[in-house]
């Protein structure tokens, strides 16, 4: 559908540097790494997330990778990165606390939501804001 995610997140990555994570996503999907699709490590959280440039059937490629012997000796899993779950926030000021945040975030005025997640990533001033599923008022 129009409606499907373009990037899928592999969780438990710690055991593969981010060269591997690309070469092996190169591997299952066929596609090159920069022109096809784009890599974001987030060690803070054990992921990483694949953005694909192309388009391609995101849950086909998820169920490759749970198929994928490497990816299944290194016990990573891949999941769909749902389009509007969570955001990532970048330069936000030092000082500003997670409560700031949920409730700006929250605000009809910006746009928001029901937040039912931040986390604070003070050494990169930014965060990642993770919204309730709100599925049923779509």
Do not use: W
Request: proline share 4%; aromatic share 6%; hydrophobic share 40%.
């Amino acid at each position: 559908s129009a409606e499907m995610s373009p990037s899928v997140v592999l969780e438990n990555v710690q055991g593969c540097s981010a060269k591997c994570i690309r070469m092996l996503l190169e591997n299952i999907s066929g596609l090159d790494v920069d022109d096809d699709f784009t890599v974001e490590m987030i060690p803070e959280l054990n992921i990483a997330v694949a953005t694909f440039l192309k388009s391609i059937d995101t849950q086909e490629f998820v169920n490759k990778c749970a198929q994928n012997k490497r990816v299944t000796e290194f016990n990573m899993t891949a999941r769909l990165l749902e389009v509007t779950s969570s955001i990532k926030a970048e330069n936000i000021p030092d000082n500003i606390s997670t409560e700031y945040i949920t409730v700006y975030f929250e605000s009809a005025r910006n746009g928001g939501g029901p937040v039912s997640d931040v986390q604070l990533f003070p050494k990169e001033n930014s965060a990642i804001i993770t919204f309730c599923d709100h599925k049923g008022n779509a």
